[in-house]
Structures are given as C-alpha cells and as structure tokens.
C-alpha cells in the first residue's frame, strides 16, 4: 500500500509540474514581440493626432473605442498624403515616448539658448601695479643710501648705519660697523639693476625741498633687487633697525638678528 501510495503522489506531481509548463509555454507564445508593440504604439500616435485635428477643426468626433495591440478601427477614415507628410509637432497633443519610456518633446530644426535671467556682478578691477623705476650701475654709499647718478635714494622703513659708523665688540675694541654693513649691501647688488617706487608720504621722508628725482635731491623710495626687498633684508641681516614707519612684523625680524648676533650686534666681528 505504501509503494502504491507513492507512485500516486510521484504522478499528481508529474501532472501539475506539467500542467505549468504548458502554461508557461502557452504564455511565451502569446506576448507580442518587439515589432508589433511598436507597430501598436505609431498607429495609436496617428490616431490620436487625427482626433486631435479634427476637434480642432470643430467636427464631431465619434466615440472612441479602446484600440487593441496591432489593430486601428475601420471607422477611421484612412490619412491624406499631406497628413502623413507632415510631421507631428507639440499642438498636435501629441507626447513623444521613446523606446525607454521617457516623455520629452521632439523639437524640429535648430536649438537656441534662451537668454539668460541671471545677472553676474562683474569681477572686480585688478588692482594696479604702483610705477616703478629701474637703475643700472648704482653706487652704495652706504647701507641704506644709493647713488642713482641723477639723484639719491635713502631706502624707506629702516634706519641703516653711516659708513663711518664704528661699533665696540665685547672685548672693547673698536670694528667699523658701518663699512661692513656698507660691503654687504654692495655682495647683495654686485652690478645688478634695482628696481624702486616712490614713497613721498613715507614718514622718514626728511624734509628738503629737494627731495623729487627731478630736482637731484634725495627720494625715499623702497627698493629691491631680484625680488628681495633691501630694507627688509638689512633688518634680518641686523645691518639696519627698522623705522616707525616698517611693517609691525619686521620688530620680530630685529629682535631675532640681535638674538642671533647678526650684523651691527655680532660681539665677536673683525
């Protein structure tokens, strides 16, 4: 009885195992392929632009049916030849599907950008470089003096040393400071040009009527050779102190040089 049993279960599975196949088969035979859903989907386009145009044309338009996959109703009258010339456009009430299911509009001949509703602020103007003047085969007076051969210039912010100023070393003799000063600022040019702006309203400015490069007076002017600022340059080497009229950071710039025993406070210089 047992084996009886399961031979009839093995067959009632058999059956309703093959009962879903045939389904299965039956329904892959059915769905309709690729040409005939597009096929489907042009006439039901045509048909709807050809209802379109007739209400706006004010006639009566007859009820219309649902229309199966692949078939258009033989109430329909069949299009003009200027209808199907004429392409669909967007007052048709006609929405464009592609293949991938996306509505968009078909736009017919070129594009052209649409003026634009932003306003941008203009960029703001670059600021312009002060004028400068260049000078060749300068003479170093001293180490914040320059002989430009039509007038001088006393470098601005810094108050550097005379040439004939001395200095006393930790041992009480005497070393001159202020050539030595002098003899680095000259390593420092050798025979380069130096480039200079003026600086009337700079606080060191003295006070002589000639003071334009004009009249061959003295300028103060700030300077720089190969892009090194001079005057800052001889506060980090000690060879000048800065003026009330320096930038606050170059007090940090002095501060280290005397730590460090550079220049004018080297205690143990020959």
């Not at 001949?109 to 703001?124: D, I």
């Not at 601005?156 to 100023?165: T, Y």
């Not at 005057?231 to 007090?251: H, I, M």
Request: glycine content about 6%; overall charge negative; hydrophobic content about 40%.
């Amino acid at each position: 009885m047992r084996a009886l049993a399961a031979a009839l279960t093995v067959v009632v599975c058999l059956g309703v195992l093959g009962y879903f196949v045939v389904v299965a088969w039956d329904a892959l035979h059915r769905a309709p392929s690729d040409e005939r859903v597009a096929s489907a989907r042009t006439k039901a386009v045509e048909l709807i632009a050809r209802q379109a145009k007739r209400d706006r044309a004010g006639s009566p338009s007859p009820t219309t049916q649902p229309v199966p996959p692949g078939a258009v109703g033989d109430e329909e009258p069949p299009p003009s030849p200027a209808d199907e010339q004429r392409p669909l456009e967007v007052g048709d009430g006609v929405r464009f599907i592609d293949r991938d299911g996306i509505v968009g509009v078909r736009v017919d001949g070129p594009l052209e950008r649409a003026p634009s509703t932003v306003t941008l602020a203009p960029p703001p103007p670059e600021p312009e470089a002060p004028p400068t003047s260049l000078y060749r085969l300068v003479v170093i007076e001293a180490a914040g003096l320059i002989d430009a051969r039509s007038h001088k210039i006393k470098l601005a912010h810094v108050e550097a040393p005379a040439a004939s100023l001395t200095c006393t070393r930790a041992d009480g003799e005497v070393w001159p400071c202020g050539m030595r000063a002098r003899t680095a600022m000259r390593r420092l040019i050798r025979r380069r040009a130096i480039e200079c702006l003026r600086a009337d309203d700079d606080a060191d400015a003295p006070q002589d009527p000639k003071t334009d490069a004009a009249g061959g007076g003295l300028v103060v002017t700030e300077c720089s050779v190969a892009n090194t600022d001079l005057s800052r340059w001889l506060v980090e080497q000690g060879w000048a102190a800065p003026s009330a009229s320096a930038p606050e950071s170059w007090a940090e710039l002095h501060d280290f040089a005397k730590i460090a025993k550079r220049g004018l406070y080297d205690t143990d210089a020959r």
